[in-house]
């Protein structure tokens, strides 16, 4: 931890634009002093606000950070050359070769063996998987550089 945290240092070097970021100045500040371990009640110091607001700051930056990851994810799968719909009741064992096969005629190369395709689709599908079936409709998107997304579809 720094003995003298200053965050616009950390915020100039990190390359935050407040334009162009979906965090408030306020949020990305909290944000980057409590990645390095600085403690709400020295932030609420260094800011002149108490430990609690703090921490709020810090629960709306990091529910806005998964918001845009979310969206992120959203938008890949979208876009993406590659586009497997699985079907509820397949068995986790037979997406690899959906997808391999999807993407072979696309042209796009997958960089995943089998059980780590399979170990993505189950840890970005949640509770859409259940041991090797799938339990509700997902989407696997596969973008040109082989990035797998996974959204469950309604």
Same mark, same amino acid.
């Given at each position: 931890?720094?003995?003298?945290?200053?965050?616009?240092?950390?915020?100039?070097?990190?390359?935050?634009?407040?334009?162009?970021?979906?965090?408030?100045?306020?949020?990305?500040?909290?944000?980057?002093?409590?990645?390095?371990?600085?403690?709400?009640?020295?932030?609420?110091?260094?800011?002149?606000?108490?430990?609690?607001?703090?921490?709020?700051?810090?629960?709306?930056?990091?529910?806005?950070?998964?918001?845009?990851?979310?969206?992120?994810?959203?938008?890949?799968?979208?876009?993406?050359?590659?586009?497997?719909?699985?079907?509820?009741?397949?068995?986790?064992? &037979?997406?690899? /070769?959906? +997808?391999? $096969?999807?993407?072979?005629? =696309?042209?796009?190369?997958?960089?995943?063996? %089998? *059980? &780590?395709?399979? /170990?993505? +689709?189950? $840890?970005?599908?949640?509770? =859409?998987?259940?041991?090797?079936?799938?339990? %509700? *409709?997902?989407?696997?998107?596969?973008?040109? $550089?082989?990035?797998?997304?996974?959204?469950?579809?309604?």
């Amino acid at each position: 931890m720094d003995d003298d945290p200053d965050a616009d240092s950390l915020l100039e070097r990190a390359g935050f634009d407040a334009e162009k970021s979906i965090l408030t100045r306020r949020q990305a500040e909290v944000l980057a002093l409590r990645e390095r371990d600085v403690r709400q009640s020295t932030i609420a110091g260094l800011l002149g606000t108490s430990r609690a607001n703090v921490s709020s700051i810090e629960s709306s930056a990091r529910t806005n950070v998964e918001k845009a990851r979310e969206t992120v994810a959203f938008a890949e799968a979208l876009t993406a050359p590659v586009r497997v719909e699985v079907d509820e009741d397949t068995d986790l064992y &037979d997406v690899p /070769k959906l +997808v391999y $096969d999807a993407c072979d005629s =696309a042209g796009v190369k997958v960089n995943h063996t %089998a *059980p &780590d395709l399979m /170990k993505i +689709v189950s $840890d970005e599908a949640g509770d =859409a998987v259940q041991g090797r079936e799938v339990q %509700a *409709p997902l989407l696997v998107g596969v973008t040109t $550089d082989g990035t797998v997304r996974v959204r469950q579809s309604r």
